[in-house]
């Protein structure tokens, strides 16, 4: 199983700042088969990035990400104060898909 | 409009059944894949089973392999889950997951006597 750990596990930053989260892979990603979610309280996950650098439709795109093989980047380039959240990755390039733990991203 | 709404939740004691259902609607649901993920209360997310658009490839993670089955019904747009020998540590809300690209509100179950 691929083991994925996001760092920092708390992000506190202001709006209009830059947030970079990572992700990193216990062993190579298939074909950056690596995507990132945001999650709000009591909404369900949402779709950013697929394939490790596209973005999912309507996804604005001050949200991009970058990576592959065993590391991985999710950037916003300027925060928005919709944008703190929880953000997860993904790991779908083999049988059994993995998530990170998140990494909580908090208004300063 | 995509929609993807789970059915099925509620309280059931350690070592009962339980069985989830999915109503899809708004697109093609014989085409698409599907996945069930929970996520226990304060938790992150932890993916629990796969199934492909013909139903002919099944996938589960350890943690529920055994107990858990996944099926569809492209006649009626279903998913379903099937959870026996139910844990305490099963406790949570379950996604239904088209694809990764759309999610459903979620049900929850909750594992306790």
């Known amino acids: 199983e691929i083991v994925l750990t996001q760092s920092p596990g708390t992000l506190s930053l202001s709006p209009g700042e830059r947030a970079t989260l990572s992700c990193r892979a216990s062993q190579s990603v298939s074909s950056s088969y690596l995507a990132w979610y945001q999650q709000k309280p009591g909404q369900a996950p949402r779709l950013l990035i697929y394939?490790?650098?596209s973005r999912a439709t309507g996804i604005p795109d001050r949200f991009s990400g970058s990576g592959s093989g065993t590391d991985f980047t999710l950037t916003i380039s300027r925060l928005e104060p919709e944008d703190f959240a929880v953000y997860y990755c993904q790991q779908y390039g083999t049988s059994t898909y993995t998530f990170g733990q998140g990494t909580k991203l908090e208004i300063k | 409009e995509v929609q993807v709404v789970e059915s099925g939740g509620g309280l059931v004691q350690p070592g009962g059944s339980l069985r989830l259902s999915c109503a899809a609607s708004?697109?093609?649901?014989?085409?698409?894949?599907m996945n069930w993920v929970r996520q226990a209360p304060g938790k992150g997310l932890e993916w629990v089973s796969y199934i492909s658009s013909s139903g002919s490839s099944i996938h589960y993670a350890d943690s529920v392999k055994g107990r858990f089955t996944i099926s569809r019904d492209n006649a009626k747009n279903s998913l379903h889950l099937q959870m026996n020998s139910l844990r305490a540590e099963d406790t949570a809300v379950y996604y239904c997951v088209r694809d990764f690209d759309y999610w459903g509100q979620g049900t929850l179950v909750t594992v306790s006597s």
């Open positions: 394939g490790a650098s």
């Open positions: 708004g697109f093609t649901f014989s085409s698409y894949e």
